[in-house]
């Protein structure tokens, strides 16, 4: 399967808006988007021609697969399972893939970017409901417990210290390292800036 391999902030800027792919450098001075707000390439600071409809639902649709760290096929395929079911595609769409538990671990604060917590799930070291699961795309429901295994406790000690802003929709203790999905993400709860509507537009066509 196919995979990037470049710099994570190339990609923040060839979509103009922070993806947070790099944890904490992402809000420090470091940022690439503050410090060079242009497209990457010897022609970024060139004038930019007004984007063909087409183009507005490309980009967004890129946009949006940047943000979970997916490939084409997985996320057409998200796209597919929503339009196959009975309300708005784009909000079923994104809940899914907020409900996908790499970036559950992401959203409790246990990685510092859907990255490193996709390696950390990858790694064994996430448990649903008391038994180990190891892939990514692993789809929680609500009333599901996501916790660190026991054994491996001691090496995410720092996260006691550590107080992310967690959505409304999910719950974490960072003194017992468990968590809780209180509620299925809707479409409020996901503070992205995404306009799914323009992704269904380009999948439907």
């Known amino acids: 399967m196919a995979k990037y391999t470049g710099a994570d902030c190339r990609l923040c800027r060839r979509e103009g808006t922070k993806l947070f792919l790099k944890g904490d450098r992402c809000t420090s001075k470091k940022c690439a988007i503050d ?27 890129q946009k949006t697969k ?3 760290g997916l490939v ?33 671990v992401y959203r409790m604060g246990i990685g510092f970017s ?28 609500v009333g599901d417990v996501i916790a660190i295994k026991p054994a491996r406790k001691e090496k995410f000690a720092h996260l006691k210290e550590y107080r992310p802003i967690i959505p409304k929709w999910l719950d974490f203790s960072t003194e ?15 503070d992205l800036n995404i306009n799914e509507q323009l992704i269904v537009e380009h999948y439907s066509k």
Do not use: C, W
Not at 78 to 84: E, G, L, Q, T, V
């Open 176 to 190: 017992t390292l468990e968590g809780k999905v209180l509620a299925l993400p809707a479409r409020e709860d996901i």
């Open 35 to 61: 410090r060079r707000p242009t497209p990457p390439g010897i022609h970024g600071m060139g004038r930019r021609r007004r984007m063909s409809e087409y183009g507005l639902q490309l980009r967004e649709k």
């Open 66 to 68: 940047r943000y979970y």
């Open 114 to 141: 859907r990255a490193q917590a996709r390696q950390i799930v990858n790694h064994g070291h996430i448990t649903v409901n008391g038994k180990k699961v190891d892939i990514p795309s692993y789809q929680v429901n």
């Open 72 to 104: 084409e096929k997985q996320f057409k395929n998200y796209y597919i399972k929503a339009s196959r079911q009975k309300g708005v595609t784009g909000e079923i769409m994104l809940s899914m893939l907020e409900r996908r538990l790499d970036n559950v």
